[in-house]
T-cell receptor
Framework: DVKVTQSSRYLVKRTGEKVFLECVQDMDHENMFWYRQDPGLGLRLIYFSYDVKMKEKGDIPEGYSVSREKKERFSLILESASTNQTSMYLC?????????FGPGTRLLVL | EDQVTQSPEALRLQEGESSSLNCSYTVSGLRGLFWYRQDPGKGPEFLFTLYSAGEEKEKERLKATLTKKESFLHITAPKPEDSATYLCAVRASLGGGGADGLTFGKGTHLIIQP
């Protein structure tokens, strides 16, 4: 069974805080992805990674950074959280051409 | 720029009433078209991958088909538990913006009434 886990289901943070979202996969996948999902806008790609210490910008990287120190773990970092980063964050990893998603983290920035 | 458009945005059916969801796409070199199901507050659950025009995949009451411009998700005799948002996504050839990520449509919100 494909297993992608995310560290939190719900998070509430204050404006200006540094926020870490963690994603772990146990399938030795090389490719991992971070998306955000907003009503009316759908899923949009923030960052992705092909391998350890590798990262590529997606379509909306502004205000975010990522870290991949180990193959199984891909972290999304909000350096200084803002209210417009309130969203559902989804992590995915790839088997062949297919991406499998984690359960999501719903982040509220006050 | 890759684009995916899903229609209708929302669809309400009676239990047992078959229908189809549409996904039209514009992409420079299709590497795959994907269908996902998403329940409220959860991550998307993978359903199908289609690679070339004419291909079909089936799973229980769902059948996905692909042409050069669009894909259909046919739902036969649906049950209330089929209620969900169905997402379509494409993966384009490497080199485009957001290279290896998926481009998603906004989804079709399907409600099956008992």
């Amino acid at each position: 069974d494909v297993k992608v886990t995310q560290s939190s289901r719900y998070l509430v943070k204050r404006t200006g805080e540094k926020v870490f979202l963690e994603c772990v996969q146990d399938m030795d996948h090389e490719n991992m992805f971070w998306y955000r999902q907003d009503p009316g806008l759908g899923l949009r790609l923030i960052y992705f990674s092909y391998d350890v210490k590798m990262k590529e910008k997606g379509d909306i990287p502004e205000g975010y950074s990522v870290s991949r120190e180990k193959k199984e773990r891909f972290s999304l970092i909000l350096e200084s959280a803002s209210t417009n980063q309130t969203s559902m964050y989804l992590c995915a990893s790839t088997i062949g051409e297919t991406q499998y998603f984690g359960p999501g983290t719903r982040l509220l920035v006050l | 720029e890759d684009q995916v458009t899903q229609s209708p945005e929302a669809l309400r059916l009676q239990e047992g009433e078959s229908s189809s969801l549409n996904c039209s796409y514009t992409v420079s070199g299709l590497r795959g078209l994907f269908w996902y199901r998403q329940d409220p507050g959860k991550g998307p659950e993978f359903l199908f991958t289609l690679y070339s025009a004419g291909e079909e995949k089936e799973k229980e009451r769902l059948k996905a088909t692909l042409t050069k411009k669009e894909s259909f998700l046919h739902i036969t005799a649906p049950k209330p538990e089929d209620s969900a948002t169905y997402l379509c996504a494409v993966r384009a050839s490497l080199g485009g913006g957001g290279a290896d990520g998926l481009t998603f449509g906004k989804g079709t919100h399907l409600i099956i009434q008992p």
